[in-house]
């Protein structure tokens, strides 16, 4: 059963504000995406269950260096930048 | 405060986090080079990219298998890769790769000095985080360092002094850099620990609440963050107080601790199983292949020196601080008389040359092993003496070549039997007032005599030899 004090509890979290007349929609929602999920447990299970469904195991890369990205290109999608780094600014 | 009715016990355990020298990061190709410019090692995978998916670096497990064998761990048949989720700018993704419920080594140990073995609870691995530069009330984010493959080493709360923490750490640096997985470089963040630290009172089983101290990178400030640390605790449950479980930080220049983040922000990962990494199994014969790979350790390299080669056990410390010494040390002594010889040569003239640690682990010396050890074989042989090969090695240190370009044939000559015999009867026929004072039982009057043969023989005789030889002629 979610609660307020879940909602709130991820929201603070997820560093989200919600307003208090948006906390009873949402939790109602979040029900929802639980027990939509919840689907899943009411499958048949197989021995190996979910966790490695196409059993698979020891994908890797060799230790070989790529070039990494132009800086620019990085940064692209930042919202701020300054001097070739992210900006994160203080909203306090 | 006074004195204390009640001693309190110091209960410690330390997660440690250990950069691997990998080439490339955990999950792509981008170089784990130290430093560069702000985001330019960087690629849609290490700065989280939706859409994009991590493959894990097969080096990485390697590295770390490696590690688990180092600390004597059992390396686990099966392990996952979980997500740690906080958001926080230095994960772009809002989480971190990690491993909570199947790590890839399990247990193992550092014995200290004393015999006392500090359990390890698991080492996993996982993905460093970015760099935060907090400047002018905003955060720069630089992820150069983001997806840089890191070992996290979690003890049991076995350190019960600040000596032995520091010990702890020491031996941890010690072993991960001599099986060549990182360079442990405390300055440059390649060794972090993480310091849990609880008080009780001596002889109570249960442990005090616990506080962490967060991201200590030195040796010294380890010691002093524990100390101070130790004696708040003290201080706060004899006043009557308790202490709070929270996470501190140690702030260098005042050497105390301080709050972190207050208890609304009490950390809440929900951890789960990352479905874009697939499952590692570990095969057994791979495990196998890097046990058989394996350097003798250092613990056991010391305890060899001091068993088989009759080293002093301070001696032998030093000789297995760092590998390149060892088995510097391990060459220079092939086929030699007496290895302590050797390690006095090493630790007594060529340590003066390599005087910071720093050059004590690369250990490049002007003398190679081969040249110390023909060196050592001169002064077995009886050919020079241990004055002459001294002097011998400096000038071979302050040069790089060789014995033989210092000492002549007639260094070396004159010393044998004959020669000897014809030394000390010169001695004795040219100095009759020291002889008869040694006929009449002045044992030291022989001294003069002896001298005399050293003089003459320009130091290289053997003066116990021309002493015995001395004996017999006048005797």
């Known amino acids: 059963m979610v609660t307020r004090e879940d909602v709130e509890n991820i929201a603070l979290l997820s560093k989200l504000f919600v307003p208090e007349d948006e906390l009873d929609g949402l939790t109602k929602s979040m029900q929802e995406i639980i027990d939509f999920a919840d689907a899943i447990n009411n499958a048949p299970s197989s021995d190996v269950g979910f966790d490695n469904i196409n059993n698979l195991s020891n994908v890797f890369r060799e230790d070989e260096v790529v070039p990494s990205y132009p800086v620019a290109e990085i940064l692209k999608n930042a919202p701020e930048q300054a001097e070739d780094h992210f900006l994160v600014r203080n909203r306090e | 405060m006074g004195c204390k009715a009640v001693k309190y016990e110091l209960v410690s355990g330390f997660e440690t986090h250990i950069e ?41 497990v390697r590295f770390a298998i490696k590690a688990g064998l180092a600390v004597h761990g059992k390396i686990a048949d099966v392990a996952k ?34 015999g006392r073995k500090i359990r390890l609870h698991h080492i996993h691995i996982e993905e460093d985080a970015g760099k935060l530069i907090h400047q002018h009330g905003d955060t720069y984010v630089d992820y150069n360092r983001g997806g840089v493959p890191l070992i996290e080493i979690v003890s049991e709360p076995d350190i019960r002094s600040i000596d032995e923490a520091k010990e702890y750490v020491e031996k941890l640096q010690q072993v991960m850099r001599w099986v060549g997985i990182s360079d442990c470089k405390m300055q440059e963040g390649s060794m972090r620990c993480d310091v849990n630290i609880s008080v009780r009172p001596e002889g109570a089983e249960k442990f005090g609440t616990r506080t962490e101290i967060k991201n200590m990178n030195s040796i010294t400030n380890i010691a002093r963050a524990m100390e101070y640390e130790y004696e708040r605790q003290v201080d706060l449950i004899e006043s009557g107080g308790k202490v709070v479980q929270e996470t501190l930080r140690f702030d260098d220049a005042t050497g105390t601790t301080s709050s972190m983040r207050s208890k609304e922000d009490a950390h809440d990962y929900r951890y789960f199983r990352d479905p874009d990494l697939v499952t590692i199994t570990v095969p057994r014969e791979e495990v196998e292949e890097l046990r058989a790979q394996m350097p003798e350790l250092p613990g056991e390299k010391l305890e060899r020196y001091v068993d088989e080669y009759e080293i002093p056990e301070k001696d032998a410390a030093l000789l297995t601080k760092y590998r390149n010494i060892s088995e510097y040390f391990d060459k220079a002594i ?28 690369v250990f490049d010396v002007a003398v190679s092993p081969a040249q110390l050890n023909e060196l050592v074989k001169l002064l077995d042989s009886g050919k020079i003496r241990n004055n002459l090969a001294k002097s011998t090695l400096e000038k071979m240190l302050d040069s790089g070549k060789g014995a033989l370009e210092f000492i002549s044939e007639s260094d070396m000559g004159g010393v044998d039997d004959n020669a000897l015999l014809e030394l000390c009867k010169a001695a004795v026929e040219g100095n009759p007032k020291a002889v008869e004072d040694f006929r009449n039982g002045k044992e030291k009057a022989i001294k003069a005599l002896v001298g005399n043969v050293m003089k003459n023989s320009r130091g290289k005789a053997d003066a116990m030899a021309a002493e015995a030889k001395i004996k017999e002629l006048i005797g």
Do not use: W
């Open chain 2, 334 to 361: 092939d086929g030699v008389k007496s290895p302590k010889t050797v390690s006095n040569f090493i630790i007594g003239q060529i340590f003066r040359r390599v005087e910071t640690e720093a050059d004590k682990e």
């Open chain 2, 20 to 60: 691997l020298s990998t080439k490339t990061k955990i999950f792509c190709g981008c170089t784990t080079q130290f430093g560069g410019e702000p985001n330019t090692h960087c690629c849609p995978v290490c700065i989280g990219l939706p859409g994009t998916l991590p493959v894990l670096n097969r080096e990485v």
């Open chain 2, 81 to 114: 890769m979980d997500r740690k989720n906080y958001c926080y700018p230095d994960l772009a993704k809002a989480y971190q790769i990690s491993q909570l419920y199947e790590p890839l080594i399990i247990g193992g140990y550092i014995e200290l000095n004393s």
